[in-house]
Nanobody, 109 residues
């Protein structure tokens, strides 16, 4: 399975972006997640969603980010609102605990 992220870019603080992660194969039975890595920092879990739709969020994004999935389209989403400069990072998606996308840059200024 290949994962391809899209939707990253540059935005002003307070703005919004929606990331997408398209899978080349069926991932409906897998848990999926969004991770990010800022310059000079380790990778952190931003949000996860299991196959039943239960979600988890890092404390830093609760109330601002929303994860969702469309199993019919094999796609994972991350709606990011009220973006802050500290959200700047490369965002990557993961599926089934073993598949990773190449990442998409999000820059908030």
């Amino acid at each position: 399975v290949q994962l391809v992220e899209s939707g990253g870019g540059s935005v002003l603080a307070g703005g919004s972006l929606k990331l997408s992660c398209a899978a080349s194969g069926y991932i409906g039975s897998c848990g999926m997640g969004w991770y990010r890595q800022a310059p000079g920092k380790g990778r952190e879990l931003v949000s996860g969603i299991n196959r039943d739709g239960a979600t988890t969020y890092a404390d830093s994004v609760k109330g601002r980010f929303t994860i969702s999935r469309d199993n019919a389209k094999n796609t994972l989403y991350l709606q990011m609102n009220s973006l802050k400069t500290e959200d700047t990072a490369v965002y990557s998606c993961s599926a089934c605990g073993r598949y990773w996308g190449q990442g998409t840059q999000v820059t908030v200024s």
